[in-house]
């Protein structure tokens, strides 16, 4: 049932700058199917937030992206768009959460004014008509009293509050596709729980496709519907939720999977990733992560791998997935996860 | 118990720290919290923002002057140092905190970053006695010796996280309070920088304040955790009982609200909502022994409530 709504293919996205071209994006292609949630991970400096920024067009000047580079939406590239026509894009057919809800709203705006202002750009609604339905939507974005505090400022809302005001901005138009910035990394995890719920609801209700980045996997295992690895640049991992978190295949998601404790995750079994992501400026030839990664083979350090199937919807980019590679044992914590994924796999059969 | 009793490192008792005391705007950032940490354990500090946990953190160091209330370092009482005493206290007593952007000087070299304390004390008799310090503490953190002639901006957050723990192991404290260390971090180095704080405190003995808010790390890396919210403590106890069997409904609150890297799991939480009225009711409350070491901050009825409802 994959019905694309957006295509990303084959994007690149250097950035020129006094030390050299950084090579931010190194060829990601990716699909977004309608009503889905697709959840980007990696860390900071693997891409996932220069992905969106290019989605929404909002990429510094010195970016540089090749016309090879394609990212389809409505039979439409949206890199050939101009400004003025990505104008009427942003924030009304792909809209935007950000993560810190205190710089992406305007702090000498009244709230409720900031999200009729959408409704009154994209809709050409009257200013009367665009409150009273900013007021509809601060209620359904669960702020309590929303008459009382339509004329109030940023400032005097507390962070969770203020996320709530930030996602009725984004969904005030009705997007189709939403783009969520680590939207709860700001947050108490109790108020991270309210959000998320109140996201799973909306969307819901909406039926909007949602790009959710974050780094946090536990959030990701309870939102998303597909996962998309990125490390240095590039996706190294990508399949349905269960695939990832059951099923990993690359070194670099079993990496991430056990350097996260769960809380019973017992003391001296938290496992780090060694080493730090490399320069981007000057990406090593062969796989990126080979340097940090105790399974690397010879061939990692000579050539990249490409994406070896692993289901219909589960692909690595990683030589162990090649029939000529040694088999590995991987961590006990990951194989214990692969018992799990046969374990489900069977029960699977037998309904 | 059977084992003789830990030795009582840092000792909270009833301590209050309000601010604008007296005022309208009055905060009640700490309100009558007692507790110990013993020697060279990890005791883990968790709550909401607000809760007051980084408060306490300062307050034990003197960076905040507390209202009412005593604590005592290794059995004396430090409640009022000042000037000399004071200096000699820090020397036993060094905190990382949060923000390793923040933290460092950017004008500093790391070198002198890390021998400040030194210099302060006098630790060292000459330069090349500082020098070598400096060089063994790096190493020990897991940073080379040419990284000591850099400034704080040519380095990652992890390495920066670093040299902050560098920084306070300089002067050889018995006592170290880490303010959300490994919040700024990503992934997979906050599992390094965990790793290390674990590696050291076994290496030199110390005993840590944990202050976070990510619980499962506080989990991880804790013997003993204190829940606080709005200025108090609500429960402490073993790492295994508060977050299994857990007896105030703000820590059970707290833990239902935790994301899990599982999404057979994640499917199924449901996130408890918490009822404020058990802290606003205005009746006498206090620290009752639920369980043996298992502390909760409740009435008579609520603690014997509490103790029936606990998860076994």
């Given amino acids: 049932m994959s019905n694309p709504i957006l295509k990303v293919e084959n994007l690149h996205v250097n950035f020129n700058t006094y030390a050299g071209t950084v090579q931010a994006i190194r060829d990601v292609s990716f699909d977004l199917n309608q009503g889905e949630t697709l959840a980007i991970v990696g860390e900071s400096g693997s891409g996932k937030s220069v992905t969106t920024k290019t989605l929404m067009g909002l990429n510094a000047k010195n970016a540089l992206i090749p016309d090879n580079s394609r990212l389809m939406f409505k039979d439409r590239n949206l890199l050939d768009l101009t400004e003025e026509e990505w104008q009427s894009v942003r924030g009304n057919e792909i809209a935007m959460i950000f993560q810190d809800p205190m710089t992406s709203l305007d702090p000498t ?3 409720g004014m900031q999200i009729a202002e959408p409704l009154m750009k994209h809709r050409k609604m009257k200013k009367e008509a665009a409150l009273a339905r900013a007021l509809e939507l601060m209620k359904g974005v669960g702020i309590p009293n929303a008459e009382e505090h339509i004329n109030d400022y940023p400032h005097q809302w507390s962070g969770g509050m203020r996320q709530r005001a930030v996602i009725a901005i984004a969904l005030a138009v009705d997007p189709e596709i939403l783009i969520a910035d680590e939207p709860t990394t700001a947050l108490d995890v109790t108020i991270q729980a309210q959000i998320l719920n109140l996201m799973k609801e909306l969307q819901k209700d909406t039926g909007s496709s949602i790009i959710f980045i974050t780094h946090d996997l536990g959030v990701v295992a309870g939102m998303a519907n597909r996962v998309a690895v990125m490390y240095a640049g590039k996706i190294v991992e990508y399949g349905t939720v269960d695939e990832i978190f059951f099923n990993p295949q690359h070194p670099y998601t079993w990496g991430l999977l056990n350097s996260m404790p769960t809380t019973d995750t017992k003391v001296g079994s938290l496992v780090a990733i060694p080493g730090t992501p ?10 990126a992560f080979a340097s940090r990664n105790e399974y690397a083979l010879a061939i990692d350090l000579k050539e990249e791998p ?22 590995v044992t991987p961590p006990v914590q990951i194989q214990k996860r692969w018992t799990r994924w046969l374990e489900i ?6 309904s | 118990m059977t084992e003789e009793t830990p030795k009582k490192l840092v000792e909270l008792k009833d301590l209050q720290l309000y601010f604008n005391k007296g005022k309208a ?10 507790f110990d940490i013993y020697e060279g354990e990890i005791f883990g500090l968790v709550g909401e923002s607000g809760s007051g946990k980084t408060t306490i953190g300062r307050a034990i160091l003197k960076l905040h002057e507390p209202t009412a209330g005593e604590i005592l370092f290794n059995g004396e009482d430090v409640t009022h140092l000042k000037g000399k005493a004071l200096l000699e206290f820090r020397k036993s007593a060094q905190m990382i905190f949060q923000d390793p952007q923040a933290s460092l000087n950017g004008r500093m070299k790391v070198r002198d ?23 063994q503490l790096l190493k020990l953190v897991g940073l080379n010796e040419d990284h000591a002639s850099r400034y704080p901006h040519e380095f990652s957050g992890g390495q920066r996280q670093r040299i902050g723990i560098a920084r306070a192991l300089a002067v050889d404290p018995k006592f170290i309070i880490a303010d959300e260390p490994i919040s700024a971090l990503d992934v997979s180095i906050q599992a390094q920088v965990v790793n290390l704080m674990k590696e050291l405190q076994k290496r030199h003995s110390l005993t840590y304040l944990f202050i976070a808010h990510d619980l499962s790390m506080v989990k991880y890396i804790s013997d003993r955790i204190g829940v606080m919210h709005w200025g108090k403590l609500l429960e402490i106890g073993s790492a295994d009982a508060v977050y299994n069997h857990p007896l105030h409904p703000y820590t059970k609150s707290l833990l239902s609200a935790i994301p899990v890297p599982d999404p057979e799991v994640e499917s199924l939480r449901k996130h408890v909502a918490y009822d404020t009225t058990v802290e606003t009711d205005g009746k006498e409350r206090h620290m009752i022994e639920a369980n043996p070491g298992h502390f909760v901050l409740a009435t008579d009825e609520e603690a014997a409530l509490y103790k029936s409802q606990q998860s076994l």
């Avoid at chain 1, 490399?278 to 796989?287: I, V």
């Avoid at chain 2, 970053?113 to 060089?135: C, M, T, Y």
Wanted: aromatic share 6%; hydrophobic share 35%.
């Fill in chain 2, 113 to 135: 970053i890390i021998a400040e304390g030194i210099d302060i004390n006098k630790l060292a008799k000459n330069k090349s006695e500082r020098d070598e310090k400096v060089q």
């Fill in chain 1, 345 to 350: 796999q069977g029960q699977g059969a037998q």
């Fill in chain 1, 278 to 287: 490399p320069d981007l400026l000057d990406p090593p030839t062969g796989d």
């Fill in chain 1, 109 to 111: 705006m009244r709230i």
């Fill in chain 2, 25 to 34: 705007n009055e905060v009640r950032a700490i309100d009558h919290v007692t």
């Fill in chain 1, 306 to 327: 490409p994406f070896f199937r692993v289901s219909d919807t589960h692909y690595a980019a990683t030589w162990l997935l090649d029939e000529r590679a040694p088999k």
